[in-house]
């Protein structure tokens, strides 16, 4: 248990999620949760203006949250806010160059779907979605696996593995309709659970051939064989020489690492955290965004039974008992769309139980 003092970068942090909550909310039918998450989100922004960080730049997430807001309220008002720190505020032609960092993305995604966005900022900001789009997709196809990956990324820290190009390819899609973005958005995801060059589902419980040793406290210490379900890892990272943990797992390898193709210098081990580790951010992030786009294609594309009994997920101590390294992931997700999506995968990463 730890507590922090507050600051202007978390609490930007959550007006943006707070402003996205209030409209998932709302749109889902919850007004009176969606008013009061809106209060929280716009109180937290009046807290970060009023207490502004001296040390940091704190830009990128007070732009998302300007355009979070604007989505959401519909009041013009944020609009000056986002010109100010966002990426446009010095030049409105701006956009990535290919070494950058994507950090304004979610800001960026935000304005193009916001209705009370001017038309400048608009176009602005789906232009630089689109052009991210095709370079994502130029990338994915000049492979002879394809996926997507920004093109100065080493195979690290789940660069490789998890599906975070994906979600940009989905807005794209989204927004545009060009079918190569769909396509190469789905391959990617597919790279994640399997369709790669070690065969490996680089998430706990999915597929017959998933990673089964996450570097994850309560999976370890639980007495329990198979691994909490629905934790995506690192997996492959480009290292050949280091110390400690993993300087021990690379000596095993027959031939040595740096005769291994980059994409299969994987060890599943949990104690070695370049490749088994995983965060919020890096990791399940990303890879619930991937999975409940998928979700709710299927679910749109599927008709709904009406068979409660599929609509849910499990991952309770009897079921990863008896669960095989080899075996499917315990979960039946149906077509009814209460249970698809973010939220049914969201089920998966947080509903353990011991019996």
Known sequence: MYATASDAESSYVYAAAGAALSRALAAAGQSADAAAWLDRAERAWAWAEAHPASDYDTSISAAHAAAELLWTTGDPTWVDAYRTVGPFADDIAWSYAPWDPTVWDDGLWAIANAAAAPADLQEAARRVIRSRAE???AEADARSVPLAVRPYSAVAF???TNPRESRILFRA???FGDEDYLRVGTETAAHTLGLNATGVSYVTGLGP?????PLHTPSLADGIDAAVAGLPVYGPASYTSSGGVLGAALSAYQPPADQWPLHER???????PQYNEFTVAESLAPTLYAFGFLAALDADATPDTGDSATDSVSDSASDREQRLPSSECGCAVGASTESLGVIGLAALLVRRRRS
């Open 158 to 160: 789940g660069s490789a």
């Open 266 to 272: 994987f060890a599943d081990v949990a104690y070695v």
């Open 173 to 175: 899609w989204s927004l």
């Open 209 to 213: 051939n998933a990673v089964l040793s």
């Open 135 to 137: 370079d994502a997709v």
